[in-house]
């Protein structure tokens, strides 16, 4: 029989993130190894001789390279620090049958079961506050593209205002960038408009726009480097996550709208009269995507790509605090062969140039990833205006539910995942753990122990699992959220306190005896911060878990298929992921429920939510059947 390869852009995204992330990360952390040790570098074992295991729920538990170096921190030597490349504990999913069965063909390469012990330079907090390293100097992109993306030239704000980038690692100005009010943003709708009104871009085939969209997933990936030092210096997001699971995550979202371009399509109706009907898929026309600070790089194509596809043009606003990559990818687009006036990227605050996007009248349509407060401006301006249709992704504080059940190790695993990931920044992070008591005290003692491994560092640094907050505003923020939690009565387990002198680094953070009434259960903070529930019984835990005025997200831990199927059909949130957490992928819809708000991103969904269905009606005469 012939051999056939993997193919991995059809796996799920936890085995995306195995093959993507961790396997070719531990190769960089080798070579990285290499080249800073004096020994021999045929004492370093190549991952090429390692033996494929028999499936992959027997993935080893984590990949523990030991770091021996001093912390970035303090001047104090660290003790040994175990680095996990971002998110090793995600490798827990693929053990359960969940999530697993229906790719039992499929092998991953595991890893050695030894640990290695690797002499990597970590950053100093005085070479942090320089901006660069001498380690990691050489991961710092030049940035290149500062103005306005409009009809496709990169030009100057009409005003010739500019803002500034300040780096989360340091604290410092890295860049200014063009900083466009309604005035820039009426001239890009009007490049939109008439890129939607007389331009090839909706005439095209839907097989020549999919592979226009190919050509730009091309070249994403071929500025991987580039793009990913951007994503760390301009929003504190790990380099070796970005290079190895963000940025390809980008280029396949493309590809996969690239391949769903060529097949939209309405129906033919069965009418009860003597007509004849269809329908008719349409491109909504002109929409503005309003872009958060989390995740520039995949929310952007999240947007940017399903309407691509759907043959509509768009004015672009990313988040102030993380311009850069957005505009990089204006760059890559007109590479790519995107038609000018197709893509436009205007960088400018929210309450000027993401309210003269919502309010346009020539804009038919808004999509908003935000804060649920912003959601409600963005909805009530698009309502005063033209009533254009909005879809809303905001806020949310997502419960994850530990039954008596769980494997303590692997739920503990789960909970600091779905919390400290991202630095928390992550909306639908599972900042709610509710852990029934039959377990909550072992819980607790190993919560406490694992949490601490949870390193705070640079965010170019291989080794580090926590990068900094994105700017001061919401350090700030999670601090003083930190220090509600200790009025209000929690009791603080770990963290607490800010991690270095320079930057926007917070420790992550759990709270224990935590209330329901309390500010940190019941408001988003956005942030590394945990808070701790006990509870009796099921019903019990689905009450709690139901009790916020947010849908986003959810998780389950447990090992009864009763107690998954019962309470995934009980809470109120989009999502639900059983014995999972970050369960992200291009195929599966993501969107919320009650105030997190209402339209899916991701999958066949996010595609329609750009396209209008018209119907199409004629008379028939003397049929012999209707």
Request: glycine letters at 8%; charged letters at 20%.
């Amino acid at each position: 029989m012939e051999k056939r390869e993997t193919n991995w852009n059809r796996l799920p995204y936890s085995l995306f993130i195995y093959r993507k992330l961790l396997w070719p990360a531990g190769k960089l952390l080798i070579r990285t190894a290499k080249d800073k040790t004096t020994g021999n570098a045929s004492e370093v074992p190549s991952f090429n001789t390692v033996k494929r295991r028999k499936n992959p729920v027997e993935i080893s538990e984590s990949i523990h390279f030991l770091a021996l170096t001093k912390s970035p921190f303090t001047e104090k030597p660290s003790a040994t620090l175990p680095v996990y490349l971002s998110i090793t504990s995600i490798l827990s999913r693929l053990r359960h049958p969940f999530h697993v069965h229906k790719y039992h063909r499929y092998r991953a390469p595991s890893f050695p079961k030894q640990l290695q012990t690797l002499k990597l330079k970590m950053a100093t907090s005085e070479e942090i506050s320089n901006g660069k390293t001498s380690s990691f100097s050489n991961l710092i992109p030049t940035i290149k593209f500062t103005q306005l993306f409009i009809n496709g030239q990169f030009v100057d704000a009409v005003s010739g205002r500019t803002l500034e980038t300040i780096s989360p690692r340091t604290g410092e100005v890295i860049a200014r960038v063009a900083e466009g009010d309604s005035v820039d943003v009426d001239l890009a709708v009007a490049a939109a408009r008439q890129a939607f009104d007389h331009g090839p871009w909706p005439r095209m085939s839907g097989f020549a726009r999919g592979r226009v969209l190919s050509k730009f997933a091309d070249l994403i990936d071929q500025n991987a480097d580039e793009l990913a030092g951007l994503e760390s210096i301009d929003a504190g997001k790990l380099f070796t996550f970005n290079k190895m699971a963000d940025i390809p995550f980008a280029a396949n979202l493309l590809r996969y709208y690239a391949g769903a371009a060529d097949k939209i399509h309405g129906d033919v109706l069965k009418m009860s009269r003597e007509l004849h009907g269809y329908t008719l898929l349409e491109p909504i026309g002109v929409v503005g995507h309003i872009i958060p600070w989390n995740f520039p790089c995949t929310l952007f194509f999240s947007k940017v790509a399903p309407s691509l596809a759907a043959g509509c043009t768009m004015v672009v606003k990313p988040a102030e605090q993380t311009p850069l990559s957005a505009l990089f990818f204006a760059h890559l687009a007109r590479e790519a062969g995107i038609p000018d006036g197709v893509m436009n990227v205007v960088v400018g605050y929210g309450a000027t140039a993401g309210a003269a996007i919502s309010a346009h009248m020539d804009v038919d349509k808004v999509s908003f990833t935000g804060s649920t407060e912003v959601g409600r401006k963005v909805m009530q301006a698009a309502a005063l205006s033209n009533l254009k249709p909005v879809s809303l992704e905001l806020g949310g504080k997502s419960p994850v539910l530990i039954f008596d059940d769980a494997d303590v190790d692997k739920a503990v695993d789960l909970a600091l995942l779905a919390i400290f990931y991202n630095k928390g920044e992550v909306c639908a992070a599972g900042s709610r753990v509710f852990v029934q008591e039959g377990i909550y005290d072992e819980f607790v003692k190993k919560l406490a122990v694992k949490a601490k491994e949870w390193t705070v560092g640079d965010p170019l640094d291989p080794t580090t699992r926590v990068g900094p907050q994105v700017n001061k505003t919401q350090f700030e923020r999670v601090l003083s959220y930190i220090e509600h939690g200790k009025r209000e009565g929690a009791t603080l387990l770990t963290g607490g306190k800010p991690a270095a002198e320079t930057g926007f680094y917070i420790q992550p953070t759990v709270f224990t005896d935590v209330k329901e009434d309390m500010m940190i259960s019941r408001d988003e903070i956005f942030g590394p911060v945990m808070a701790l529930m006990k509870f009796k019984t099921i019903e019990e835990g689905i009450k709690y878990a139901n009790n916020t005025k947010y849908g986003l997200a959810s998780g389950i831990v447990t090992k009864s298929l009763d107690i998954a199927n019962t309470v995934s059909r009980s809470i109120k949130a989009g999502v639900v992921w059983i014995n999972c957490y970050h369960g992200f992928d291009i195929d599966c819809p993501f969107g919320g429920y009650k105030m997190s708000g209402f339209g899916k991103d991701f999958g066949m969904e996010a595609l329609h939510k750009y396209l209008q269905t018209k119907a199409v009606v004629t008379p028939i005469y003397n049929s012999p059947w209707l």
